[in-house]
């Protein structure tokens, strides 16, 4: 059995889901079919049912919880020299640095982050896109008795410093790879090829960077939604007929192209608030902005720039 030798721990809505569909295109990497796994957040926890829990603060029912579901994730691995997960949750999750320090300790750890203001307010366009915002208004953030601070996805996910310091207080540091979401958006390819060379993989090949995967944004067109969304009523049809032919279905690169490329259309994205930005990074993360240029040796003075 071979389990994971690199894992991608975060952040959320930091393109995470790109760098797995870039990797998944590589012939000598193994991805987990589940794309977030969270095992070593939840192993041995019991998961909640979506509708017993209405402020959403067990958000991810399709977690792994034993290591005998983990183990088979990677059953059909042959001979790829990387075999990897994705899982943010691992990010924030305060154990899971432990476990996995534990269960894979000479695993390579790859971190994308976005300013943490940013990746917030994408959050919250995300949660609007499935119409499950925390809140009415993003400005609700500041209320720290507020489920914005409760639930681990919101504001406390910013909080890189604290959460990546655990990590590098039991990894060695070559074990860890940071990048940042703005050179995902400048030099895609540059950023993909360095992370195939660091997996040890071919760090020639090229993906498709063609698609634009999980945009966030509110639905213009909620009928339009219902037929193309993310739980639109064609997919939970056919899933529930054949889960194999959906399963088929979905890896159609071309079908994945046009359908990503219609959700974006009927998505708006109304431009965060100046003052809501300053407040973000002056209340509530520019210190851990500042510790975090320390730890991972990046200038993030941009991250800190209230003039935006």
Not at 4 to 33: D, Q, R, W
């Amino acid at each position: 059995m071979r389990l994971p030798n690199f894992i991608i721990i975060g952040a959320g809505k930091s393109g995470t889901t790109a760098l797995y569909e870039y990797l998944a295109e590589h012939p000598e990497v193994y991805m987990s079919k589940v794309k977030e796994t969270n095992f070593f957040a939840l192993e041995g926890e019991e998961l909640v049912d979506p509708k017993d829990d209405p402020q959403q603060m067990y958000h991810y029912p399709w977690s792994i919880t034993t290591r005998q579901e983990y183990d088979a994730l990677f059953s059909e691995v042959r001979d790829e020299k990387a075999v990897g997960e994705v899982s943010p949750m691992y990010l924030y999750h305060s154990t899971a640095p432990g476990k996995i320090s534990e269960s894979l300790p000479g695993v390579k750890l790859i971190v994308i982050l976005r300013n943490p203001v940013d990746r917030l307010y994408s959050r919250f366009m995300h949660l609007a896109r499935e119409r499950r915002e925390p809140s009415e208004a993003f400005e609700d953030c500041f209320d720290k008795d507020s489920i914005w601070w409760r639930r681990n996805d919101l504001i406390q996910e910013g909080f890189y410093y604290t959460h990546l310091k655990r990590y590098y207080d039991l990894f060695d540091q070559s074990q860890i790879k940071v990048y940042l979401y703005e050179e995902l958006r400048s030099d895609p390819l540059r950023l993909i090829q360095n992370m195939y060379d660091f997996i040890g993989v071919d760090g020639w090949y090229e993906p498709d960077l063609s698609v634009e995967y999980n945009v966030s944004g509110k639905i213009k067109n909620p009928f339009v939604d219902r037929f193309i969304g993310q739980k639109s009523i064609l997919k939970s049809a056919l899933s529930s007929i054949s889960p194999r032919i959906m399963n088929t279905v979905t890896k159609q690169e071309w079908l994945k192209k046009h359908v990503n490329k219609l959700r974006k259309q009927n998505l708006t994205k109304p431009a965060l608030k100046p003052g809501t930005r300053i407040r973000l990074i002056e209340e509530v993360y520019g210190n851990e902005i500042t510790k975090l240029q320390k730890l991972i040796g990046k200038d993030l003075s941009g991250w800190l720039d209230t003039t935006k």
